[in-house]
Nanobody
C-alpha cells in the first residue's frame, strides 16, 4: 500500500525558497509515477509537476516552470519539490500523489495529507 507523507512546508517571504519532501512509507515508490499538486482556498486542486518512476523524465506546469524542480531519490523512497523565487500566488496546500501510469497530470490514485506553503509579500 502506498502511504505518502509530505513535509517541508512553512512560511517564507516572496523570493525565497522551500524544498518539499514526500516519503513513500509503503515502499512501493520504485514503480510509481509521482506528482505534486496544490490547492489554494476557493480554488480547485491544480497540477504542479510529476516525475517518472526512474526519475529520468519530468513534467512541470507552465506557471512554475523555471522556478520549481521535481526530483526523486529512489534509495530513500523520497520525491522532492524544490521551489525557488516563490511568489504570494504560490501559497497553497501542496499534495504529493502517486500512480501506476504514464507521466502526466491525470488519474492519481494515492495521496498524501498535504503540507501548507505560505508566501508573504
Amino acid at each position: 500500500q502506498v502511504q505518502l507523507v509530505e513535509s517541508g512546508g512553512g512560511l517564507v517571504q516572496a523570493g525565497g525558497s522551500l524544498r518539499l519532501s514526500c516519503v513513500d512509507s509503503g515502499r512501493t515508490f520504485s514503480s510509481s509515477t509521482m506528482g505534486w499538486f496544490r490547492q489554494s482556498p476557493g480554488k480547485e486542486r491544480e497540477f504542479v509537476a510529476a516525475v517518472s518512476w526512474s526519475g529520468a523524465s519530468t513534467v512541470v506546469e507552465d506557471s512554475v516552470k523555471g522556478r520549481f524542480t521535481i526530483s526523486r531519490d529512489t534509495a530513500k523512497n523520497t520525491v522532492y519539490l524544490q521551489m525557488n523565487s516563490l511568489k504570494p500566488e504560490d501559497t497553497a496546500v501542496y499534495y504529493c500523489a502517486a500512480k501506476y501510469g504514464p507521466l502526466n497530470e491525470y488519474n492519481y490514485g494515492h495521496w498524501g495529507q498535504g503540507t501548507q506553503v505560505t508566501v508573504s509579500s
